[in-house]
Nanobody, 114 residues
């Protein structure tokens, strides 16, 4: 059974930083592209960053230069380093497999105050 457990969210002031973690189990982690998504109140969930099994990364324009996705295959964990946070980054953040979407975890709340 696939399990995705996100952590690391919190309340931060604009301009601050947070690092999110997602521990995955029940999948062959090092064979899969992993992604971070977010869903703000009243908005659709969007993919903000993804990292291939080979380490190639892609970002949505709104986070380019501020967010960095990385992975540790030995720990079956994917990370999202978020810098220069803005109020519009406020959302629940989730991880999943963009090309093989699994049951969503509970996510982790990120709130950026102005």
């Amino acid at each position: 059974q696939v399990q995705l457990v996100e952590s690391g969210g919190g309340l931060v002031q604009a301009g601050g930083s947070l690092t999110l973690s997602c521990a995955a189990s029940g999948i062959i982690f090092n064979s899969n592209t992993m992604g971070w998504y977010r869903q703000a109140p009243g908005k659709q969930r969007e993919l903000v960053a993804r990292i291939s099994n080979g380490g190639s990364t892609n970002y949505v324009d709104s986070v380019k230069g501020r967010f960095t996705i990385s992975r540790d295959n030995a720990k079956n964990t994917v990370y999202l380093q978020m810098n220069s946070l803005k109020p519009e980054d406020t959302a629940v953040y989730y991880c999943n497999l963009p090309f093989k979407v699994q049951l969503w975890g509970q996510g982790t709340q990120v709130t950026v105050s102005s």
